[in-house]
């Protein structure tokens, strides 16, 4: 089968064997475990897991791929395929039993970002996670506090996961080469989140508005959140700009606004209520 690769879905088909073969040393698969690729294309990464004898479940979105990937795969028994968007795919639903699912793929870059997201809505259910991704996105997850390139999308995803970007995997690894160059990461669910979050939507909240004009002191970021008073008394320099602010006071500085919101709703409840 000849398959032009489609731009309205991300496709950059994956066919540096070494690569693979870099990719799949990296997983220490084993035989017992329940696999999920998202966006397998031409079946790169699938043909060798499967060759493992792994239980393999892939999420397709490109229903010509998934007519190819039926046929090449129909003598695989152990393979099934969805015929769906993983953005809207409940992968939670795979998990029987109370087992883990290991996830992998080579995620389309204009849905990285969302697709990681939803799936971390069901980490409780997932061992761990491998995803070839643009470079730039994968050193945003995995960087410092003090780095440039630290923010919105390394906070939060810390504290989801224990984050490794494994190796680069350059532009002439895939057709049609992107004009970027890629990296895989390892993502792991932490079993208990690393820090106490009173509320998640309150942490978002506070480090999108910090994020949200990086050359802002939390002192002028966060005005409309919490007073300078509030946030020295938690240690916080509120002269600091976000890049320099940890997960562990991104959480300490969520849960007392999240406390001061509440203190002050209830003030304008009867106390009876509260």
């Known amino acids: 089968m000849t398959h032009t690769p489609r731009k309205r879905f991300g496709q950059n088909f994956l066919h540096d064997h070494n690569i693979i073969y870099s990719l799949l040393s990296s997983l ?41 990937l039926k046929d090449k795969f ?35 870059y204009n849905i990285s970002t969302p697709l990681m997201f939803h799936l971390l809505d069901n980490a409780n259910c997932i061992e761990d996670m491998h995803f070839m991704l643009q470079k730039e996105v994968v050193d945003r997850i995995c960087a410092e506090p003090g780095s440039k390139k630290y923010g ?14 494994l190796f680069d995997v350059p532009p002439e690894s895939f057709d049609p080469a992107p004009k970027v160059m890629s990296a895989i990461v390892k993502l792991v669910p932490h079993a208990q989140p690393p ?19 990086r050359r802002k002191t939390l002192r ?14 938690l240690g916080i320099d509120p002269n600091l700009r976000a890049e320099m602010i940890s997960l562990a006071d991104f959480a300490r500085l969520s849960n007392l606004i999240r406390e001061e919101e509440l203190e002050e709703n209830c003030d304008n409840l009867p106390h009876s209520i509260c």
């Open 220 to 233: 002028n970021s966060l005005k409309k959140l919490i007073e300078d008073e509030a946030i020295s008394s």
């Open 152 to 165: 919105r999308l390394s906070v939060m995803m810390q504290y989801y996961c224990k984050t490794e970007l």
């Open 74 to 108: 129909k003598a695989y028994p152990h393979l099934k395929i969805h015929s769906a968007d993983a953005l809207r795919f409940d992968f939670a639903a795979l998990a029987k039993d109370n087992e883990k699912l290991r996830v992998i793929g080579n995620l389309p």
């Open 195 to 213: 820090v106490e979050v009173n509320n998640l939507k309150m942490l978002n909240r506070v480090v999108v508005q910090a994020f949200s004009q």
């Open 28 to 68: 220490n698969a084993q035989t017992k475990d329940h696999w999920i690729e998202i966006g397998p294309g031409m079946g790169a990464l699938t043909e060798p897991l499967l060759a493992q004898g792994l239980n393999l479940e892939v999420v397709e979105l490109d229903r010509d791929l998934v007519v190819y």
